[in-house]
């Protein structure tokens, strides 16, 4: 995709409506933005209609454009592996509550 965002790489932790939507717009405007998922999924893949499961419309929309992969951040090496994927990123969004981020050790420095 192409775009005024071409090249950025953005880290997505986010889920529900307000940070997917942020996520989405970048997407949108070129960006790569690599989804990073529970292995339940996003609470919001089964919000709308469907002809596949965990593939609702509501979840489609708000997560067009963008990768995915599945990461348990409570597990060492899932956690490893997303703090491997941050590294290489220019943007991570997330909308966690700030002691779960410094719990798992995301704490990225401003």
Known sequence: MTGPLEGVTVVDLTNYVFGPVATQTLA??????IKVEPPEGDPTR???RKRNPGMGSFFLNLNRNKR?????LKRPHALEAALRLIGTADVVVHNMRENAVQKLGLLISQ
């Open 68 to 72: 995915s992969v599945v990461l348990d």
């Open 28 to 33: 949108d405007m070129g960006a790569d933005v």
């Open 46 to 48: 089964g919000i709308g």
